[in-house]
Each structure stands twice: as structure tokens, then as C-alpha cells.
């Protein structure tokens, strides 16, 4: 057992690893790894990296970019490829998300956290204004959707189920009339002035999404599930939802319908109620655009597709041409001329450009294999915007002209001083899981990391621990991992376990409800497949799981102990689902958000004190400003500072 302490709790101030900056963030920590010299030398220069994402066209010809200036995330404007990036928002707590006004040359609303109240607040953002606050902060309030004539935006919201920073899994639909916000005396000392808010849907135990606004703002699309408060991955955005269209002035709901196919001779069948996990209006604003499971028994039945809907008929046809990959994101010209998708093949993305007018499926090759996070259109149809990230590249921006099919890139994000050609691309691995298919063994993926200068091993290893409960492990940046194996010589396995989202949805469903433990055994058969392979240290692996892999981790660490060395738990999203907490024994570092109003914080401290009194060495590291995720750059080189040194520590 490794000599850890079981001291109190106690409140430093960590410093960060921000160089000059000398930043510093108040943490709750105890008995973390002491420093590794090796960590201390070379992880700083791992996490100097910076990335963009798009948010948003200018009708100048520029656009809108979300990038880490400081210690936060900001809005910044980009008005020709590889300009200058001009900040344009100052929030102390960052930014999460934007879009812009249609109507204005450089408005925008922006949604920003509130760690104070653990919700987020709505601003619009005016050229030579101070900002003005839409909502008061004092719930979750979600993206803004601009209606396009301006004046209105819609967006989800818990303000009718969780109150103040509550955490209820319910989300409703609100609208609120943008144009009437100005910068105004507050109504209350220290509390802003801000719009009205009109409910448009919501309640009676929903979770609502909202998707488009119609091309005449009278109408809102909107999605909605039934809350699960015992499922890990309820809400997550691989759920196929039920389809509403709601009437903005009054509220009133109308539930789309789609044909069912007839399956003999007689009457047609009863139309049956439309389900879709992403939906748009068609540029024509008659049809829809949407994702869809498929049907029959067909090669895409398991997959999500690209469809189009005839309201008028209720006929859905197909659009995609993957039968075996799932589609991610689509984009539509506001012509109609373009159409534009990405599909998911093994974690990578695939784009595909529809030519609609000439009947053609496209392939722009000049892209840079990566993962892409959001597709948008300009105005006229002759551009193409997207994000794109790869293990060697963090997030930027590309732009696509589709006639020309020429790729023109709009950001270039900063490495920081580490080297691309010193940096990993994973493979994809494959190994036998517990059961059987067709009666022969169920073949599940990997992404291995693996070392190209250090010896030949044996390696130790780390299981990266991402997937299941709807989610997939895709092969980004991740300054963390490559700072493992080019300098502490580690092999990274990424699975992706039963529960995970990609790879159709009959896999998806295999770890849910009572099956979840499967998923656990899945990582077992990881154990097993590492053990016959030579270049790897059977003697010392470690899990490490963030998010629904926190979970993952901590259930491993009870049933595989005595094949794990010791595990990391971070940012865990529902710890009462964690069985068996008394059989683990083996040294764990948790990281938990304080402000995160779905995982408080006494579950996390609680969870620490059950595994210290059976035994087990706890490490505990917490921000008190951060909620699901550490955002603030401080924060998040805490984390990977005290996950480095654990990971260092434990592999003697």
C-alpha cells in the first residue's frame, strides 16, 4: 500500500502553472502526490496551448470566434483568415457559448456562468456599449436561439423546476424579447434590469430542447424527453426526442407526426408520433431537416441518418448516403442549394457536401482528418464554416467554399512551446470483450497512445476512461495524455465500452438500466487483452475516468483492485449510482467542481470519507468557482498538475 496521508481537508491557494502570469485560484485539496520532477520540468510546456471554435458569421464577411484569452474563454471577432483576434467579451467567469444577432453587423448574446449561484446568465453584446444582462443569472439558462428578425431569442431553461442554482433535471422553453433590453437603472440595488421572460413550454416532468426557429417567427421546433433522475446519461444528446411545434404567441403544442410504412395489403397504417436527436426547418420553411434512427431491419436501421420530412404527407426520405456510420452534425444553405453533413467514422468525422440542385454527393478530400464540432453556413450559401480538431492540432476554424471545394483556414490556435511533430497520433486497436455475438466474440475499439522515442517497454498504462452512458471517445487534443506518453513513457488505451454513443444504437443500449455493470466487464476484458500483449506492464495500469467515466473508474476499482495500481475520479456526475465503495482499497485522486448543482459537493466529500474509512488512500482536489467541468486555465492545470503527479507516484 503507498505511504498516503489521511489528513484533514484544508484550503490553500494552489499555485497555478501559468508562468508570469502568476495566477492563483483558491482549491480544496488533501494529500496530493508531492511534486515529480519530471512533471514539474515538462508538464507546464504541455499546457500553453490555446483553440478556437466558430460561433458565428458577420454580415461584413467576418466572423465570430470563441478563444481562451487569459484565464477564461472570450468572444473574439476575426475579419479575414488569420487575422488578428479582436476580444469582444469581458466576462471575468468566461464565456460558454454565442450567437449572433441576424439583424445587426456585429451584436451578439453570449451566455456566461455564475459561480457565485451555480447558474449562468444571458448578455447581449452591442458595438461600443457595455454589455446588458438578459437573465439575472440566478438559474441555468442555456444557449440563445435568435428569431430572424432580431428581436427575439429564445432558450432553455430550470428556472420553473430548479429555483435558485437547483438542480432539477427539468428544462422548460422560455422567450424573451432581446430589442427591449438597455442599459437601465437596476430595480433592486445590485440586481439588473433585465427583460421579461414568457414560458413557452415546459413542466410536468420534461426535459424540452429547442432546435429552430420557423422562417416567419411565429413558431418554435422543439424536443422533449421524460426526466430520468436515476440514468447517468438522461439528457444526453444522442436521445432520440419527441417532436413539437409550439405557437410563440400562444404556447400551444402541436406533436409532429410521421407515416408509419405499411407491412401488407389494407389500410395504412396510423401515423405515428415523429422522434428525432437533431432537428431543423427546411430552407423552404415548409419540410424539416432532422436525425433520425432508422427503420426496418435494413443496413442503416442501427444509425442515426440525415432525413428531409414532407409535413404535408408525413413521408420521411432519406438523405445520407452512410449506412453503417452514424450522421453528427448537418447545415443547410438558406437557399436550399447546399447541404452539408458529417458522419462519424470510429471517433474521426467524415464531411459531406450535397450539391441538391445537381443531384451530387460530394467529398471535400482537403481537409485535415479530425473531429468537427459545428458546421454553419454564411448568408449566401458560398461558404462553409467549421471546427476541427485533431490529436496533433487543437480546435480552429476552416472555411469551405463549396463551389471551388477550396479549404481556406481562418485560425491558426498557439501549440505553445512543444513541438506538433513530437506529438501522438492514436491508433485504433481492437480487442475481444466477455460476450458473444453470431457466436463469435464481440469485437470492441481502442485509441492507443503509444510512446515513438521512449524504449521498448514494458509500458505502463493508463485506461482513459470517456465512453459509455452516450458518450464516445473521440481523438482530440489532449495536452494531458501527450505529456504521459512522451514523457513519462505511458501507453494510453482510450475504450470505448457497451453504452457508447457511434457505434449504432443497439450498442448504445446494451449498458443501459440494469446492464450497466456490463460496460465495468468490458474493462475487464481490457485487462485481460493487456496482459497477452509484451510492450505493456501488466503490473502497473491505472483507470482514470472523467465525467460518466468517473463512474467507470471507481466501479473498476472495486471489482479489478488487484489488477489496478489506482485510479482517478474526476468531475463524477451522479455518485449515488457507485456500488461496492467498501472493497476498494487502491489510492484514488477525486476532482470535483463545488458549483456543480447536479453532483454537489458533499456527495464528492462523502464518497472520500467512505473510501478513507475502508482503507482506501484518497487524494481530493475541488474547485470552489467551477462547476461539471474546470474551465478557468488555472483550474484545469491544477487538475492535470495533481493527475500527473499521482500517475508519476504510482508507477513505482
Not at 40 to 54: D, H, I, M, N
Amino acid at each position: 500500500m503507498l505511504p498516503f496521508k489521511h489528513t484533514p481537508w484544508i484550503l490553500v491557494s494552489f499555485m497555478t502553472l501559468s508562468g508570469s502570469t502568476l495566477a492563483q485560484q483558491t482549491l480544496m485539496r488533501a494529500d496530493l502526490a508531492p511534486a515529480d520532477a519530471r512533471v514539474e520540468r515538462a508538464l507546464p510546456r504541455y499546457l500553453q496551448s490555446r483553440a478556437a471554435r466558430f460561433i458565428g458569421w458577420l454580415d461584413d464577411g467576418g466572423m465570430l470566434v470563441a478563444t481562451r484569452f487569459g484565464e477564461t474563454e472570450q468572444i473574439h471577432r476575426v475579419r479575414a483568415p488569420l487575422a488578428a483576434r479582436e476580444q469582444q467579451s469581458f466576462e471575468p467567469e468566461g464565456v460558454l457559448a454565442a450567437a449572433v444577432e441576424p439583424q445587426h453587423a456585429a451584436a451578439f448574446v453570449y451566455l456566461s456562468p455564475r459561480s457565485a449561484s451555480g447558474g449562468t446568465a444571458l448578455l447581449l453584446s452591442q458595438p461600443g456599449q457595455p454589455a446588458v444582462s438578459l437573465t439575472d443569472g440566478r438559474f441555468r439558462d442555456g444557449a440563445a436561439l435568435w428569431a430572424h428578425d432580431g428581436q427575439r431569442i429564445a432558450f432553455s431553461s430550470n428556472r420553473s423546476s430548479g429555483g435558485t442554482g437547483g438542480s432539477g433535471r427539468e428544462r422548460e422553453i422560455d422567450v424573451l424579447d432581446a430589442a427591449a433590453a438597455a442599459p437601465a437603472a437596476p430595480a433592486a440595488p445590485g440586481a439588473p434590469a433585465v427583460p421579461a421572460v414568457r414560458l413557452i413550454a415546459g413542466g410536468n416532468g420534461y426535459r424540452w430542447r429547442l432546435f429552430d426557429w420557423s422562417l416567419d417567427d411565429q413558431r418554435l421546433l422543439l424536443g422533449r424527453e421524460r426526466t430520468a433522475e436515476s440514468e447517468p446519461d438522461a439528457g444526453r444528446a444522442t436521445a432520440e426526442l419527441e417532436m413539437f411545434t409550439a405557437d410563440v404567441a400562444s404556447g400551444a403544442l402541436t406533436p409532429l407526426t410521421v407515416a408509419r410504412k405499411a407491412e401488407g395489403k389494407g389500410a395504412p397504417p396510423a401515423p405515428m408520433s415523429l422522434r428525432s436527436r437533431l432537428a431543423r426547418f427546411a430552407p423552404d420553411g415548409r419540410g424539416l431537416l432532422l436525425l433520425r434512427g432508422g427503420e426496418g431491419s435494413g443496413a442503416g436501421a442501427d444509425f442515426w441518418q440525415l432525413q428531409a420530412l414532407d409535413p404535408a404527407g408525413g413521408e420521411a426520405r432519406v438523405l445520407s448516403v452512410e449506412s453503417t456510420r452514424d450522421v453528427d452534425l448537418f447545415d443547410a444553405s438558406a437557399d436550399g442549394h447546399y447541404l452539408a453533413y458529417t458522419s462519424n467514422d470510429g471517433g474521426l468525422s467524415h464531411l459531406t457536401l450535397i450539391d441538391q440542385q445537381r443531384k451530387l454527393d460530394l467529398n471535400p478530400g482537403a481537409l485535415p482528418a479530425g473531429v468537427i464540432s459545428s458546421l454553419k453556413f454564411d448568408s449566401t450559401g458560398q461558404r462553409l464554416a467549421l471546427t476541427l480538431e485533431s490529436a496533433r492540432s487543437p480546435r480552429d476554424v476552416y472555411v469551405l467554399a463549396p463551389e471551388t471545394q477550396q479549404v481556406t483556414r481562418w485560425t491558426e490556435s498557439e501549440l505553445g512551446p512543444i513541438d506538433a511533430v513530437n506529438l501522438i497520433t492514436p491508433a485504433l486497436v481492437r480487442f475481444p470483450s466477455w460476450d458473444r455475438v453470431d457466436n463469435q466474440p464481440r469485437m470492441l475499439s481502442a485509441y492507443a497512445y503509444r510512446p515513438t522515442a521512449a524504449p521498448a517497454g514494458p509500458h505502463p498504462v493508463l485506461i482513459l476512461l470517456r465512453s459509455g452512458g452516450g458518450t464516445q471517445y473521440r481523438p482530440g487534443f489532449e495536452p494531458l495524455m501527450q505529456f504521459l506518453v512522451n514523457e513519462l513513457g505511458f501507453v494510453v488505451l482510450a475504450p470505448n465500452v457497451r453504452g457508447a454513443s457511434g457505434f449504432g444504437r443497439s450498442f448504445s443500449e446494451l449498458a443501459g438500466g440494469e446492464l450497466r455493470d456490463d460496460a465495468t466487464r468490458d474493462v475487464g476484458s481490457l485487462l485481460v487483452w493487456i496482459g497477452l500483449q509484451h510492450e505493456l506492464d501488466f503490473n502497473h495500469i491505472l483507470v482514470m475516468g472523467e465525467g460518466y467515466g468517473s463512474y467507470l473508474a471507481l466501479a473498476c476499482l472495486a471489482q479489478y483492485g488487484d489488477r489496478l495500481r489506482g485510479g482517478i475520479a474526476a468531475f463524477p456526475p451522479h455518485l449515488g449510482l457507485v456500488s461496492n465503495v467498501a472493497s476498494i482499497r487502491r489510492p484514488i485522486l477525486l476532482v470535483h467542481g463545488r458549483s456543480d448543482p447536479d453532483a454537489p459537493a458533499y456527495q464528492a466529500e462523502q464518497l472520500a470519507a467512505r473510501l478513507r474509512a475502508s482503507g482506501a488512500p484518497v487524494q481530493y482536489l475541488a474547485a470552489s468557482d467551477e462547476g461539471a467541468r474546470f474551465l478557468r486555465k488555472s483550474n484545469r492545470d491544477a487538475y492535470y498538475d495533481a493527475a500527473a503527479n499521482f500517475l508519476a507516484q504510482l508507477m513505482h
